[in-house]
């Protein structure tokens, strides 16, 4: 099999069909296909098996990834992880580029740093699929005006909060009794009785704890 064919075949397999950062098909199937469980539900947990998912998988192999396909595997498990699309994806990594320090670390604090991010690090929401809900349906505050972009990035000294309206609902009720800190992370600060939170300063990516490889992306997008 030539090069330029295995990488569309690796393609098909970890990206075509998972081209949609919000998926609404068997998420099982990515988790399994990703091998990480990026839709964040101990139900996708243990999702590894010895043969490829769908239909006629048990009868099949799982072929051994070139380095390109390791590489674009990676860069679809943050991509499903944070729920982003290809051109914002791309966006993102631009971005970070410009920035000073490693274009790997700067393009996971940018993806840390957005608001739907930030309501599921607070405990808001128990996970960024959910936490991209809450804030399209416009439950959320930043510095006390309603922001209803999921992808809205946040500055130093933010503040975060449910509508007060929207405090009753039972999802945000389940989040007070689910919340064990008023700290969650190092760069947040939550404040549980009045469902409030402050992005204290962009992240650092020690402080970031997902199991994530963001060097294979760097070398992906240089080729």
């Not at 075949?9 to 990206?15: L, V």
């Not at 139900?43 to 239909?55: D, H, L, T, V």
């Not at 990594?93 to 996971?108: E, R, V, W, Y």
Request: charge should be positive; charged fraction near 30%; proline fraction near 4%.
């Amino acid at each position: 099999m030539d090069v330029d064919h295995q990488k569309r075949e690796e393609y098909k397999n970890y990206g075509d069909d998972l081209i949609m950062a919000r998926y609404k098909g068997p998420r099982a199937r990515v988790c399994r296909r990703l091998e990480y469980p990026v839709f964040e539900s101990t139900k996708f947990s243990s999702i590894r098996k010895n043969y490829p998912p769908g239909q006629h998988g048990p009868n099949r192999r799982r072929g051994k990834l070139s380095n390109y396909g390791i590489q674009l595997r990676e860069k679809q498990r943050i991509k499903y992880l944070y729920g982003v699309l290809e051109k914002q994806f791309r966006n993102y990594f631009k971005k970070a580029i410009s920035m000073d320090g490693p274009t790997g670390d700067n393009l996971l604090i940018l993806l840390e740093s957005r608001l739907d991010n930030t309501v599921y690090r607070l405990g808001l929401a128990s996970t960024r699929r959910s936490s991209r809900q809450l804030v399209s349906h416009k439950h959320i505050l930043v510095n006390n005006k309603v922001v209803n972009i999921p992808s809205y990035i946040l500055s130093e000294g933010d503040t975060i909060q449910i509508r007060d309206k929207s405090k009753k609902n039972t999802i945000f009720q389940e989040s007070m009794r689910r919340i064990q800190s008023d700290n969650p992370t190092e760069w947040l600060l939550l404040d549980k009785s009045k469902l409030k939170g402050t992005f204290i300063q962009k992240p650092e990516r020690s402080q970031i704890i997902e199991p994530i490889n963001e060097q294979l992306v760097v070398e992906l997008y240089s080729k």
